[in-house]
């Protein structure tokens, strides 16, 4: 049976714009949350969200590193994280120079949970003010979600399947698990897989705050109003950025003297068949899938050493925490569990992607982050690892990935140590 | 340069991101500047919301260098 590992990484977040800079903030304990910065926010009742930062900053985003002039002027900023981080990854697997016989066996599976609803926005009022003819010839390619991994395709040559997930806020964790199995079934022998977001733009925010899924009450304190499992928590902040990572054969990788990060050894899908935004009440559904994703995995309970929870700051965090109790043990058989939300905010259908990369980089560094803002712990955490505060050492030998999307779509993925 | 030559240089550096020295009268959007179609459509949209002239699609296609551009404009603009 083919094997899939996982051999190069790359990240856009709040928390930086590399691998190494994102992971050694978030292990810091530092927040990349903060004070909307992009447009007036007076009249929005949300006013914080976990921004990519600029150039300038400390751990800023400089576009012109990866990507074009001409692409950043016509796409959406989706797009833009998208192209990085693929970039990122591939530079990181050593693959800047496959030959054409490579490029034909190796795909994109980079997806997004809304797509580029800032353009929608900006064109929409064009229409209005000047009419149809000054809307933008490049307004449909640089607002679809599949123009993710087109312009990825486009730009490095592959010619392997081209493929993009949208499950909303379950996108990336999709996006890696399809891209594993067209691995595993021969459609190719490597992968770009991963999540793209950005949506922290007026009706965006206005959304998803007239929807009550966002922290609207701590707008003057924003680093800590991402607080999973802590009793105070009241909704999500948004974020944004993209994860994207290098799936490759076992023995492709191994043939190449590639570096191996982790094997994607499971994956585990379902549907909560319940509410369009509400999560299944008894979280019957993240419990089908993780169940699936341990089963693929061959795995027991005991075997799982790290979950990075859904966890967003809501109310379906106790949801979430008592399926993984039905499905590890109350105690969960001693696994460590964190939600990096805390410290990144929601990144939609870039947040399973971005995950998942924590997974990896948990595995190869035996240390797992922390859940920022854990105070006060609700009622149900009692003898769990929610791992507050500060990241802690320890050992790491398998994690799992959780992504949970509105419409009851759950995806479980389970990263393991390579020996 | 005339002025209008000037102000379609910018324009077209602004959108193509080239360096202003190639944006020569004689340069071919496509051939020299790297343009495609879809870029000419958005340079015509530019230069209609600067000059405050109107561009047919007709007059549009016809429009191959930088130097068509600066002259159609000169001819047009009120």
Known sequence: MRRVVVTGLGLVTPLGADVETVWSNLIAGKSGIGPITRFDVSDQKAKIAGEVKPKDHEWGFDPDKRVDFKVQRQVDPFIVYAIDAAGQAIEDAGLEHMSDEMKERAGVSIGSGIGGLPGIESESLVLAEKGPGRVSPHFVHGRLINLTSGQVSIKYGLMGPNHSVVTACSTGAHSIGDAARMIKDDDADIMLAGGAESTINPIGIAGFAQAKALNMSMNDDPTRASRPYDKGRDGFVMGEGAGVMVLEEYEHAKARGAKIYAEVVGYGLSGDAYHVTAPHPEGKGAELAMKMALRKAHLGPGDIDYVNAHGTSTMADTIELAAVKRVLGDDLSGASMSSTKSAIGHLLGGAGAVEAIFCVLAIRDQVVPPTLNLDDPDEGTEGVDLVPHHAKKRKVKAALSNSFGFGGTNASVIFKKVD | ?78
Do not use: C, N, W
Not at chain 2, 2 to 12: L, M
Not at chain 2, 18 to 37: C, M, N, P, R, Y
Not at chain 2, 55 to 75: L, N, R
């Open chain 2, 1 to 78: 340069m005339s002025d209008t030559a000037d102000r379609v240089q910018k324009i077209v550096v602004e959108h193509l991101g080239v360096e202003a020295d190639k944006v020569t009268q004689e340069a071919s959007f496509i051939d020299d500047l790297g343009a495609d179609s879809l870029d000419i459509v958005e340079l015509v949209m530019a230069f209609e919301e600067e000059f405050g002239v109107e561009i047919p699609d007709d007059a549009a296609e016809k429009i191959a260098t930088v130097g068509d551009a600066t002259k159609y404009i000169e001819e047009h603009k009120g």
